[in-house]
């Protein structure tokens, strides 16, 4: 007896703080927090319950958001309206804007809201769809475009994301003070400033997913009141949240994934809460599938609605389309009834399936390589040279006077002739000139007038689908309803062709071959137009189906799919996920006249955000292995609640990070944005835990610090993020990393040398200055504020920009003088008969030091006999303009 209540007083463990087992033991300061997040830290909550305020935060709370706002602001807004002129992506989603004003149809990898707000915005600032966005560098002041009011729309986007960050950590349970830090980290990151001052889209897609973020946050609080209002509108706020982020971009599928775990383990708890019947978890089932994924895919197709309802024109995306999609368009030729019986003898245009890349088709135009016969390509528009002979195998000169055509049934054997060159459908062992590998043969056009073929010219047609509702479809060749692959009788290769296209040789029309073993997809092929002499004019005819508005969003998204997956071309600024979270290179969006933007964010918040990741794992293994080993760890906090959200906000970056590592297609740094949110929001997490032994005021004076370090560092970078003023020297030192390539070179040596230097706001075509030649003639392009020098032979030399000023070399010992005023004359056009000329001159004056024989002389030469000399020159150029009309 005694016995066991010695075993009873060994097992139970003891209370005490000296006593006991080490792993039981419990800090002095230690006390129970309650598990409701609404009585953490500055705000008591429950006794607020029957006020609850929209928000849920305090009147200073409101103050801090004011502030932050204005702040915000401020930064993203500051001096917008640099570059005056294309700068990178604008070529791409400011031309969409013009697409929308103008109702031709595009194709974009993207789906349609933010392209749509973006051109709300133009228009709202009076563009007019009358510039085209074609260039980097193409100056938007002369032609008027309001391009500031369409960057403000991204940027408005942009700032609205501080508060609400500030509103999700404050609302998650965390202290002001880390609600302050993670707000304020993300208003000084560089490279979601820089992203937001243009006409982007990761700008609205970041906003996006932070609002979908809150309002989650939002219905989290509500879950000790289900069913009830509140429950109901944060849940679907969510939802709206989810389909405007996938309307953005389809990183959006990232977030609702990410809504999607959360919802799983929420649904995982509730069936574990014996309290609830099943009735009741099925209740919490449909409503969260109504609010989560029904409300996003209906607001997911309102705006491809709104992108059809505009886009309602013929435009440069047909190509992409099917000729069913493109049936819809205005403007496009309507395809006529055709009939839809074939035979030996039709005269047909025959489809590629697969690519949606066009029509079979042939040219007067032999391959470079190869057989260098003449070549067959894919052409994506009507051409008569897309019209295809059916021919007999053993009798290529159908008698056309037989009463009834011969029907082309499964496993014919046929000739295709093509009428405009005389030749015929060949292939043979050659590798083709583009793809030359083993499995491919060429495809070539073969022969000539009269010339009766030979056995390479043979093609066995296998039907192998049909449309249902036309069963004779199955056994023949019939107009559309028929799909077929064409097999070449000797070499057992089949007609193939994708998405690769020939050079410039080729037209660029996509390459066609004859292929063994390829993917199925691409062989196949349908005939979209067909004729023959002996029909009757009573003959069955078909024509395209109208598809509805379900199948052209689908058929438009199965198109962006394949689009973006196939954006794998080399690029300069190309980067890959694991170079991201070290911030290890940026992108180069613009450089002229010794300034540039070059997107890198701030090093402090994503160096810190990493950190912040690495040690959220790091604890929880520690927590966990302690667990294992029967430690009960007792902090003073609430442990469970900062597990929770840390997970949480860990889980949104691992969602909007690790699916890139599955993409083989271009990456770049701006990709990581959406994750690098996540990971701000962790440091803010991370923060608490760390001082959550300090007082309030405490936490704030730490948060300074580290906003005041960021803040520094913002600015230091800050000529990189607004295209500011900056010297070589002072860019060399902020490379802090040997893969930062922003270049240094391009920037003055000092800053009185602006003082001097007209800003012109262009760019190159890759966001940065072309190499040019290091001296040229004073008599060529010359501006207000070039230096110049003089050489050995007393001939006058311009210094271009992009000459290293330290080398000595390059001046023969002496230094530049400033050109002091351009005058560029107004041109004269004179016209005649056949061309346009328009003759322009430049008055250019410069100012020397010449001693009293006229001879230059450097800078520093203090001789009295000096003195200074105007000289005048001045530059003709004549330019002819074509006034042919079909040049």
């Known amino acids: 007896m005694r016995t066991n209540n010695m075993s009873k007083r060994q097992d139970k463990p003891s209370t005490s703080g000296s006593t006991g087992d080490v792993r039981y033991r419990k800090s002095k300061s230690h006390k ?183 309002m989650w946050v939002k219905f989290q609080n509500e879950q000790q009141r289900p069913f009830q209002f509140w429950w109901w509108f944060w849940m679907s706020m969510t939802g709206v949240g989810i389909g405007l982020t996938v309307s953005m971009k389809w990183v959006g599928l990232f977030t609702m994934a990410f809504i999607g775990l959360s919802t799983v383990k929420g649904l995982w708890d509730v069936l574990g809460d014996l309290k609830i019947p099943p009735l009741e978890w099925i209740k919490h089932f449909f409503a969260r599938f109504l609010c989560l994924l029904v409300i996003p895919f209906v607001l997911y197709l309102f705006f491809f609605l709104i992108h059809f309802a505009i886009l309602q024109n013929s435009g440069d995306g047909d190509g992409f389309m099917s000729s069913e999609f493109r049936m819809t368009l205005g403007g496009h030729k309507t395809q006529e009834a055709t009939p839809i019986d074939v035979a030996f003898g039709s005269s047909v245009s025959i489809k590629h399936v697969n690519t949606l890349g066009g029509y079979l088709h042939s040219h007067k135009h032999t391959y470079p390589g190869g057989s260098k016969q003449q070549q067959v390509t894919l052409y994506p528009h009507q051409d008569e040279n897309n019209v295809w ?33 005389y030749k015929r459908l060949h292939s043979h062992d050659v590798r083709p000139p583009v793809t030359e590998a083993d499995y491919q043969n060429e495809v070539s056009a073969y022969g000539y007038e009269g010339f009766a073929g030979d056995a390479n010219d043979f093609w066995k047609v296998e039907i192998v689908d049909h449309d249902k509702s036309d069963p004779q479809s199955r056994e023949r060749l019939r107009t559309l309803h028929t799909k077929f692959r064409l097999q070449h009788t000797i070499t057992g290769c089949y007609l193939f062709s994708h998405s690769i296209k020939l050079p410039e040789w080729g037209f660029e029309q ?112 520690i927590i966990i292995l302690r667990s294992k080993r029967g430690y009960k760890d007792h902090l003073n906090i609430n442990k469970q609640h900062f597990e929770s959200w840390a997970a949480l906000f860990f889980m949104g970056w691992c969602l909007h990070y690790f699916p890139f590592y599955l993409m083989a297609r271009q990456l770049f740094l701006h990709h990581y944005f959406p994750a690098l ?88 075509s890759e966001g940065v200055r072309e190499p040019k030649e290091n001296l040229i003639k004073v008599d060529d392009n010359v501006r207000e504020g070039q230096p110049i020098i003089q050489n050995n032979d007393n001939e006058k030399i311009i210094d271009d920009y992009s000459t290293k000023r330290d080398d000595k070399t390059a001046y023969d010992g002496k230094k530049p003088i400033v050109i002091k005023e351009a005058v560029e004359e107004e041109p004269v056009k004179e016209q005649s008969v056949n061309e346009v000329s328009e003759t322009k001159t430049v008055e250019l004056f410069v100012t020397v030091r010449v001693d009293q024989n006229g001879n230059p002389v450097n800078d520093d030469d203090d001789n009295d006999n000096v003195k200074e000399e105007k000289i005048e020159s001045k530059k003709t150029e004549k330019i002819l303009f074509s006034n042919n009309t079909d040049e």
């Open 510 to 621: 996509q390459e066609v071959t004859c292929v063994k073993g390829g993917s199925y997809e691409k062989t196949l092929w349908y005939i979209e137009t067909n004729s023959h002499p002996t029909l009757p004019n009573d003959t069955e005819k078909v024509t395209y189906k109208m598809p509805g508005f379900l199948s052209k969003v689908w058929e438009l998204n199965k198109v962006m799919w394949n689009t973006n997956k196939g954006l794998t071309d080399d690029h300069p600024y190309d980067s890959r996920p694991p170079s991201w979270v070290s911030l290890k290179r940026g992108i180069s969006f613009w450089g002229k006249d010794h300034r540039s933007i070059y997107l890198l964010g701030n090093p402090l918040v994503w160096w810190s955000s990493s950190i912040a990741i690495i040690c959220f794992l790091a604890l929880e293994m």
């Open 32 to 214: 129970e927090y309650p598990s409701s997040i609404y009585d953490m830290y500055e705000d008591n909550y429950k006794d607020k319950k029957n006020r609850r305020p929209l928000l849920g935060v305090s009147i200073d709370d409101m103050a801090y958001l004011c502030g932050l706002f204005v702040v915000s602001l401020l930064v993203r807004l500051y001096d917008i309206r640099q570059p005056s002129s294309v700068v990178f992506d604008e070529v791409h989603f400011g031309g969409f804007a013009t697409k929308y004003i103008k109702g031709r149809f595009f194709m974009d990898v993207h789906p349609p809201l933010a392209k749509l707000l973006i051109t709300l915005a133009g228009v709202l600032g009076g563009f007019e769809g009358n510039f085209d966005f074609k260039e980097i560098g193409k100056d938007y002041l002369e032609p008027k475009v309001p391009y500031v009011s369409m960057r403000l729309m991204p940027a408005f986007l942009g700032v609205m994301v501080i508060p609400m960050a500030y509103l999700t950590i404050k609302l998650a349970g965390f202290s002001r003070a880390s609600a302050f830090l993670v707000a304020t980290l993300l208003i000084f990151e560089n490279g979601l400033v820089t992203q937001s001052r243009l006409i982007l889209l990761d700008s609205p897609l970041v906003a996006a997913v932070s609002f979908t973020t809150l």
């Open 389 to 421: 002979l059916i021919q007999n195998k053993t009798d290529p000169e159908i008698p056309f006077n037989v009463s009834e055509p011969s029907w082309i049934y499964h496993d014919a054997v046929i000739r295709l002739y093509h009428p405009k060159t």
């Open 677 to 764: 949110y996540f990971a701000v929001l962790l440091v803010g997490v991370g923060f608490d835990l760390f001082t959550f032994r300090l007082s309030n005021r405490k936490k704030m004076i730490c948060a300074l610090i580290i906003i005041s370090i960021s803040i520094t560092i913002f600015y230091m970078f800050s000529p990189l993020t607004y295209g500011g003023k900056w010297t070589k020297s002072s860019c060399k030192s902020m490379k802090w990393i040997d893969t930062w390539d922003f270049d240094c070179e391009q920037y003055h040596s000092n800053y009185e040398e602006y003082m001097n230097t007209k800003i012109e706001n262009t760019a190159t």
